[in-house]
């Protein structure tokens, strides 16, 4: 089965600093990569997601970057403030597999 | 329009014990899955729904029973609860992506169970 690898388990930055969050995964059948964002005692809520046929997505001051050869894909994240503070789970999903998602182990972010 | 929601939010079982959590949809979606959050874990997929009357299993779904008996609910059962099965339980659901061209998947408000 798939299996999604996160890093860093912990980041701390500086109000308007940036943030990334890097995450490998390890079957190349995967097609579909979501990133949720989860604060504390929330359930999880899609942030930005991008598929196997776009190498980059932007929304605001998010974007998602994929490089489907090396099987990583990163969050980035921009001019970061206190409300960005929250636990940032990637995912990854195999073609036809009815979108079951395999989820990193979440990166804490505290701005 | 309330989304995803689930019952209970909180739920204390001693070993043993069964129970049944429900999920319940109004967005007409046909997914709909099961997740057990850990700490340090992430998410993890127990069972999932692709289709009323339809069920299958995911990464650990040992321990669980589910089932689908109407578009809208999915239910999560624990016939002989177990200390490793104190977690947080999340339901999600999403529209078939072949009809409609989108995969977001929508999580409930999640359920705290705690096996004693």
């Known amino acids: 089965g798939e299996n999604v690898e996160q890093h860093p388990s912990t980041l701390s930055v500086q109000e308007g600093d940036s943030a990334v969050i890097k995450c490998t995964y390890s079957d190349s059948a995967s097609n579909y990569f979501p990133w949720y964002k989860q604060e504390l005692g929330k359930r999880p809520q899609l942030i930005i997601d991008?598929?196997?046929?776009?190498g980059e997505k932007k929304d605001q001051r998010i974007a998602v970057t994929l490089n489907k050869t090396a099987k990583h894909f990163s969050l980035h994240i921009t001019e970061t403030q206190p409300e960005d503070s929250a636990v940032y789970f990637c995912?990854?999903?195999?073609?036809?597999?009815?979108?079951?998602?395999?989820f990193g182990s979440g990166t804490q972010l505290t701005v | 329009n309330a989304g995803v929601t689930q019952t209970p939010k909180f739920r204390v079982l001693k070993t043993g014990q069964s129970m049944t959590l429900l999920c319940a949809q109004d967005m007409n979606h046909e997914y709909m899955y099961w997740y057990r959050q850990d700490p340090g874990m992430g998410l993890r997929l127990i069972h999932y729904?692709?289709?009323?009357?339809?069920?299958a299993k995911g990464e650990v779904p040992d321990g669980y029973n589910v089932s689908r008996l109407k578009k809208q609910n999915f239910l999560l059962g624990l016939e002989s609860a177990a200390p490793s099965q104190t977690s947080v339980y999340f339901c999600?659901?999403?529209?078939?992506?072949?009809?409609?061209?989108?995969?977001?998947?929508?999580f409930g408000p999640g359920t705290r169970l705690t096996v004693l």
């Open positions: 991008i598929r196997s046929n776009v």
């Open positions: 995912a990854a999903s195999i073609r036809g597999s009815a979108r079951q998602l395999t």
């Open positions: 999600a659901s999403s529209l078939n992506r072949e009809r409609t061209g989108t995969d977001t998947q929508y």
């Open positions: 729904s692709v289709g009323e009357g339809t069920t």
